[in-house]
């Protein structure tokens, strides 16, 4: 019976990783897949994470399921960072929040609860992470884009998103990206939230904002200060929130999704409606990588130490932004490429053609998807002169 399918096309993004390791050539570059590498090209295990491990393998009595919130300790902590310590939404029980598989497991319950709620379309920025429009889809959603940023000065495009999201229709949903957006690693100020955040009350939209990179673009407060300005303005919002990048802990899928809401009894039924979708669909959340979030998150020490190390990564990537850019900028004798310094986190998308890219790909060894964005933390020291010489041969 399996002939009556077709095959699909091979994922862009495997398809690139794939080609990189068999290419024979010493002198070859990876730009590609999102994940955090240190200047050796490696992604390590991170020391509280070990140390946490250490701890659970020792303590733990049972694999007895949690329930289908998962692990509630988690699921307070990644509220804390998002409302804030003692936030009267939390207090007065308008909130919700379940451990999910993984950011992408938060979007998909996210998706489905805008759904129930009678949600046809989902508005998403253009461009943005492939997943968002695909998890809608998947959902029965259709999908509509919004303008978002520039591609040619790479600075965001405010008053183009604002007209575009004043399109949409009263229900429709809407997909932001917190702190460092994949894969144009422009974001919005708090400023800018602001005025999102009425737009969507206003028009009476329905938002998740998704969180998949928080502490890597200013620090833990600075990076989810717009996140709270907008749940101020917007009063509802609905979050998934990852910690595959800022806890290293990609293949233990450490998700969680949260809503905020303006009674506790919407929210009251709103968390019956995404503990259905779980049942439904994975039934129980993983338990290991929200057991070393809550455990980090739960020592002062593990803690510090967590601290320590995302500063360490957050920096590394601050300062490979700013040395490319400045080799990009004076190898160009143009500014054109310049606004990779100052934007945020693991990528930054840069306007080259997909012949570019390929040429690229081809003659000198270095790999980035076609939408020519490229991973920041993919650089080392030592490569940036090279890989801005190859890049600013074709841009
Ligand atoms: N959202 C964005 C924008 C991402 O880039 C990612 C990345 O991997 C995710 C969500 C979710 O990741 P995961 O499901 O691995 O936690
Ligand atoms: O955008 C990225 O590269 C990361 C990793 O289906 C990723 O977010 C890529 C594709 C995918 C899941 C994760």
Redesign the pocket.
Known sequence: QFSTLTALPP?A?LGLMAAYREDPRDDKFDLG???YRNEAGETPVMSAVAKAEERILKTQTTKVYEGPRGNTDYCAAIENFVFGEGAAAVKEGRTLSFTAPGG?GALFLGTGLMKRMGVKKVWVSNPT?P?HPNVVKFTGLDVAEYAYADPETGELDLDAMLTDIAKAERGDGLIIQGPCH?PTGIDLTVEDWRKVGALVKERGLIAMLDV?YHGFANGLDEDVAGVRAFIETAGEALISYSCSKNFGLYRERAGCFMAVGESAEGIAAAATHVASLARASYSMPPAHGAAIVATILGDAELRAEWEAELTQMRERMISLRKSLAEQLVSKTGSNRLGAVAHQNGMFSQLPLSKDAIAAMREKSGLYMPNSGRINIAGLNTKDIPAIAEIIAKDA
């Open positions: 994922d993004l897949v999102g994940v992408c992470w997943n994949n998949a």
